[in-house]
């Protein structure tokens, strides 16, 4: 299976963005701040790769109802290809390596299983 069809995270970025959120988060709900949110909100977008996904303060407000921290600056640092074409074979590949970690729960070079699963939900849609 071709490196771009397997996820992969970029530590330095989601280390970066989580920076961020949590500066951010020390500051919410104090007026005298929203220039200074404002600016990182800005400054933290460019770290957002994922598709259809956007970070604002009512991400940050509400994501712990649904994921952690690190769930939460995984899924939007994520890289997912959009693919016009691929080919059988990495197709066949890649539900292999899907079914074979829903049946061991094991994920390849020990991403955390929602980051997995998270990837290729988003790659399919």
């Known amino acids: ?8 995270r970029n530590l330095g970025t ?4 989580k920076t961020i959120i949590q500066k951010i988060q020390s500051l919410i709900h104090k ?4 220039t ?5 909100l800005r400054e933290a977008s460019k770290f957002v790769n994922a598709p259809n996904r956007v970070l604002d303060l009512e991400a ?4 712990e109802g649904w994921t952690d921290l690190d769930g939460f600056v995984g899924e939007l640092t994520m890289e997912v290809p959009t693919l016009f074409f691929v080919s059988k074979e990495n197709f066949i590949s890649v539900i292999q390596l899907v079914r074979e970690v829903i049946d061991t729960e094991h994920t390849p070079n020990d991403l955390p299983l929602d980051y997995f699963m998270n990837f290729y939900r988003e790659f399919f849609y």
Do not use: F, G, T, V
């Not at 989601?14 to 963005?17: C, M, V």
């Open 31 to 34: 007026p005298e701040n929203d």
């Open 36 to 40: 200074a949110i404002r600016d990182m």
């Open 60 to 63: 940050i407000e509400s994501y």
């Open 1 to 8: 299976m071709d490196d771009y069809l397997k996820p992969h």
């Open 14 to 17: 989601e280390r970066q963005l």
